[in-house]
């Protein structure tokens, strides 16, 4: 019989253990919202933006007849020192005018007309000035004080403007003390 009273105690404790205990709601923190994984990736969305395509130029054939009507230009000063500026694109699309700059010197140096600031003095010219050395020069004012800070008399700005398609090229030949535009020879640009 004590075996049954010690059961029978067991029970009646473990069950008034389980007794509900009225206590106050445990508020808990809110959770942001779940995110939402992204959607999967389609044959369309996994496709690589193209590369922009660039149209052919003869730059020799569209840069040379320029110069010349530049350099015969009877108010200019033989053996003066000219500061050739990069080529600035302008257009509406990709152009490769480091290819054009490279062929303008090429051939101004070739006339041997002007004598032409080097890439070396351009380098401690612009490092001297804080300007970086990739640093093309697109404002006429910044290309200016540069030429000045050379001690150039001559500079050649060249931009190339309009549709891609069909650009016009304009070089201007200026006096670096006043600014004065001395030459301008302008075309479409050759393909």
């Known amino acids: 019989m004590k075996k049954k009273a010690y059961a029978a105690l067991i029970i009646i404790l ?7 205990v009225k206590s106050p709601p445990v508020r808990l923190p809110a959770l ?16 690589v933006p193209a590369i922009p395509h660039t149209l052919p130029v003869n730059w020799h054939g569209s840069i040379a007849p320029l110069l010349k009507k530049i350099l015969t230009d009877p108010e200019t000063v033989p053996g003066a020192l ?30 041997e007309k002007f004598t032409l ?14 300007l970086s050395e990739n640093d093309t020069l697109d404002l006429r004012s910044k290309a200016m004080g540069l030429a000045r800070h050379l001690g150039a008399r001559y500079i050649l700005y060249s931009d190339i403007s309009g549709d891609v398609k069909a650009p016009d090229i304009e070089m201007q030949l200026m006096l670096v003390q006043t600014g004065e535009i001395i030459c301008t020879a302008n075309d479409t640009l050759k393909r």
């Open 14 to 20: 473990l069950l008034s253990a389980c007794a509900p």
């Open 32 to 47: 942001p919202p779940a995110r939402m994984p992204p959607p999967p990736l389609t044959a369309e969305a996994e496709k």
């Open 82 to 111: 000219l500061f050739p500026a990069d080529v600035s694109n302008r257009t509406n699309g990709s152009l490769q005018t480091n290819r054009a700059t490279t062929t303008l010197r090429e051939i101004l140096a070739s006339e």
């Open 117 to 130: 600031i080097s890439p070396a003095q351009l380098t401690a010219a612009k490092k001297t000035l804080g």
